[in-house]
């Protein structure tokens, strides 16, 4: 069955992402901010953890399986760059770390994540609203922990690190 393929590929492709938060987040647990790192990958497991929740549910309802349609080509290549990201990690500044970062949470993939998660029911989808939201914060934060690790990295070795800038005011929930 192709779309439970696509699934399983799925939450392979959020597992590989949480083992690669869960590297920068350890390789930098003294840069300011980093912290972003290691709840980007909570996230990603929980991810992985609701698409193995959903191919359970579609196994007993097949009906559901019409609605659901995943880009498997372009699924691999993003694995492929989680994967040539991880190999390369060890060499990475925090400033590079968050940038791939952001790069890999903007990417389409990401979307289909999310809208194969909200084809299982109503309640599922609200779940799934709330982790995107959530998402959509740490990428926030992986925005400012960028700014700050390239203007660390750009100042003299004798200057102090420069600080986090202050957090913006939390936005009002957005509808599903």
Same mark, same amino acid.
């Given at each position: 069955?192709?779309?439970?393929? +696509? ?25 300011? +901010? ?15 953890? %609701? ?46 770390? %968050? ?11 990401? +979307? ?12 599922? %989808? ?12 740490? +990428? ?27 957090? /913006? ?6 509808? /599903?």
């Amino acid at each position: 069955m192709k779309v439970m393929t +696509g699934l399983r590929a799925l939450e392979r492709f959020e597992c590989q992402l949480a083992d690669l938060y869960q590297m920068f987040a350890d390789r930098f647990a003294s840069v300011p +901010g980093a912290a972003a790192f290691a709840q980007l990958a909570s996230a990603s497991r929980r991810h992985a953890q %609701a698409i193995a929740y959903q191919r359970r549910v579609l196994r007993q309802n097949g009906t559901l399986l019409d609605r659901l349609h995943i880009d498997l080509p372009a699924l691999e290549e993003a694995s492929a760059r989680v994967r040539d990201t991880a190999a390369r990690a060890c060499t990475m500044s925090c400033a590079q770390a %968050a940038a791939r970062a952001l790069d890999l949470e903007r990417s389409p993939v990401r +979307g289909q994540v999310v809208q194969s998660l909200r084809v299982v029911d109503e309640s599922f %989808a609200a779940l799934i609203a709330e982790l995107f939201r959530t998402d959509q914060r740490r +990428g926030r934060m992986l925005e400012r922990l960028d700014w700050v690790a390239r203007a660390n990295e750009a100042a003299t070795a004798t200057a102090a690190p420069i600080p986090l800038p202050p957090a /913006p005011p939390p936005r009002p929930p957005a509808s /599903p």
